[in-house]
Every structure is written in structure tokens, then in C-alpha cells.
């Protein structure tokens, strides 16, 4: 069955690397993995992906040996579900701000006894295709990578509530949200976000718990292509 990258490297303590996309590219996927980076992420807040394009999107990571990860628009358990029934082995909640939605997002994720996931044989289920299902989803219970995006002010009145939250397992910031949360729109490395951020750190590892930086690294599919282009004009002495 399916085995989660990231969650094999930060079990052995190493860091996993991919690239993250706001469009769409079965092409760059198979690239991705070709490059011998460890997953790649979907930005479903922002990007413009369907059913349709992660159920391509994500059998194309899987025969590239990669780990599709996605952030999802909302923490609605009908939309988390979408996700993981196309394969998707990683979720990114937006906008977690208090212990419920960090509870409706943790609920979403996982099978019973973990949480609240309905089940669906389409691909991300092996199309209904396996030996046991009790094995099925005890296996992809512990494949599955909950995180909760930690991006508005009023996160620091009860973070010590969302980390008592049992199946969330990385937390991660926001710099541009945290800004406007804070009236200081377009400013994302303004001091005040830089404290938040290290705030919300300092808490999160005092509780025992993981950022995602601890355990993944991902750049962006754009900036790549925005870098490499610029340095070639460069070399070429055409910019």
C-alpha cells in the first residue's frame, strides 16, 4: 500500500524536499519526481485544481515515486474528503484558529477510531481493491499528514488549545495572512508578523510539537521557472 515520504523522513529524522504548484501540470509532477525530490503540494486555497485534475495529478505522483500533498480551500469534512479519496496523503487546513476547527480538520483526515473519515473506494481507496479494510485503514491512517495553518492574530488567544488537539501533526504559518490579521497589509516581514511567527514557534515547540519547517522544505514551481529563465537571460547576457 501507499507509503507517505514525509512521513518516513521525519520518523527517521530527516528532512523530506519537494516543490509546491498554484496550477495544475501532470508534466511537472513527473518532472518532480524525476528530479528525486520526495513530494509535491497543490495549493487548492489559491490554484485552480479539480476533482477531475488531482484524480490525474496524483496517479501521476504516485508512479513518480512522489507524495501528493494539498492545501485545501476549507476544513469542510466533504472537501477534505474529495482530497483523499483522489490520493492526496497530505492536508493543509487554512485559517485554524481555534480548538474546533483544529478538531474539524484533525476529524476530517483520518478513519475511525483517529477521526471521522467516510470511506470511498475510488483510486486514493486502490478503487476497493485491497486484502482487508481494517488493515487498509489502519495503514493509511498512519500515511496521512495533518497540518494546521496558524495565519491570524487571534491564534495566540487559544494556541494552547489547538495543540491539545489530538491528529494534528505539524502546524505552519502564513506571513501574508498574519499581516492583514494585523492591519498591516502587503507588509509580510514586518517585525510584528516576524514576532508572531517566532511566538507561535517557541509555543508549538514547548508543546512537544513540529512546524512544517522542521520537516519539509518546498519551493515553488513558479519561482523555479522565474529563476532559471532570469539566470539564463543572464548567462546569455541577454538581461
Known sequence: MRV??????????????????????????????????????????????????????????DMAGITPM???????????????????????GPHITNPDRAQQLADACRYVPRGKRSFGSGRGAYFGEFESGEQYMEHTNSQILVMAQLEDIEVLDHLDEILAVEGIDLYSSGAQDIAQSMGMQG?????????????????????????????????????LFLDGARAFLESEGAA
Not at 509535491?40 to 495529478?57: I, K, Q, R, Y
Open 70 to 92: 494539498a492545501r485545501v480551500p476549507n476544513i469542510d469534512s466533504s472537501t477534505i474528503l474529495r482530497f483523499l479519496d483522489r490520493g492526496i496523503m497530505g492536508i493543509t
Open 187 to 223: 507588509q509580510p516581514n514586518h517585525p510584528k508578523v516576524k514576532e508572531f511567527e517566532a511566538e507561535v514557534a517557541a509555543r508549538v515547540h514547548a508543546a512537544g510539537k513540529k512546524m512544517t519547517s522542521d520537516v519539509l522544505v518546498a519551493v515553488g514551481a513558479a519561482r
Open 4 to 61: 507517505n515520504n514525509v512521513v518516513t523522513k521525519m520518523n527517521a529524522g530527516q528532512m523530506a524536499y519537494g516543490c509546491s504548484l498554484t496550477f495544475p501540470s501532470t508534466a511537472l509532477v513527473e518532472l518532480i519526481g524525476m528530479a528525486g525530490l520526495d513530494h509535491v503540494s497543490f495549493d487548492s486555497e489559491h490554484g485552480p485544481f479539480t476533482p477531475e485534475s488531482l484524480d490525474d495529478l496524483c496517479r501521476v505522483a
